[in-house]
């Protein structure tokens, strides 16, 4: 399977960060940057948007661990996730048998849509106490 491939037919760059597992890089409407991150297991192609939000403030902790499990209720091929430094990752997953560029391109496509859709407000509840978006 040729993921640096797989990215040039999405039209984006991607640099090989170890063995393995690739970066690429895109924007928002308010031009934020994310990383995003792909890694080849011998089963599945994971995706890794991380960091999608800063990490939370104390006193936003619970609000934003209670968003970010609602939202998990209503996303598809996505998922949100909290990593052991308390980074806010959205992941996804797709298994390697029979995997094609469309799936690939779907998978990057619900990242990036969701990344736009909830970054912005997620970040707002981290770092307001007391915040509660309309969104969600």
Known sequence: MNIP?????Y?????EVEPGIWR???????EE????????TEDWLH????????????????SLHET???LNQSLRLARL?????????LLADLPVDDLRFAHFAAALDALTG????????LSRVAAQPGYRSPLF
């Open 5 to 9: 491939e797989f990215f040039d037919r």
């Open 33 to 40: 940057e994310y990383d995003l991150f792909v890694a080849l």
């Open 47 to 62: 995706f890794a948007v991380s960091p999608l939000t800063p990490r939370p403030k104390a006193e936003c902790a619970n």
């Open 114 to 121: 969701y990344t736009r859709q909830l970054a912005g407000e």
């Open 24 to 30: 690429a890089s895109f924007a928002d409407e308010r």
């Open 11 to 15: 039209e984006w760059s991607c640099e």
């Open 81 to 89: 996730a909290l990593d052991d430094e308390g980074d806010v990752a």
């Open 68 to 70: 970010l499990l609602r």
